[in-house]
């Protein structure tokens, strides 16, 4: 059965505990690299990442998009919502529709 983690500052976080998912309190971007490999070749099929944890980790993260798991879901931390999480969407349907469907634009 595969599961899911949740990756990013431990105020962030911290409150998904409750709804029993698995959380990766991480503040240095070298420790979070190591942690996402770990729970990419886990159990893990979904990985909650923190936006301000997931621009820290771009390169780390592209080498798994084109993976079907596991879905890492940029998501805003306590320090407020980036839209770096709707530009991941916005990308994602780009590439498979071949057009800005969701924002109109070409």
């Not at 971007?29 to 942690?35: D, S, Y």
């Amino acid at each position: 059965m595969y599961k899911v983690a949740v990756m990013g500052d431990r105020d962030s976080v911290y409150g998904f505990a409750a709804l029993g998912l698995e959380i990766f309190p991480i503040s240095d971007p070298a420790q979070a690299g190591r942690q996402l490999r770990r729970l990419a070749q886990g159990e893990y099929a979904v990985v909650y990442i923190t936006e301000a944890l997931a621009a820290a980790l771009e390169e780390e993260l592209d080498a798994y998009r084109a993976q079907p798991l596991p879905a890492i879901i940029p998501i805003p931390g306590v320090s407020g919502n980036t839209g770096a999480g709707m530009q991941n969407v916005k990308k994602s349907v780009e590439q498979a529709v071949g057009s800005d469907i969701i924002f109109g634009g070409g």
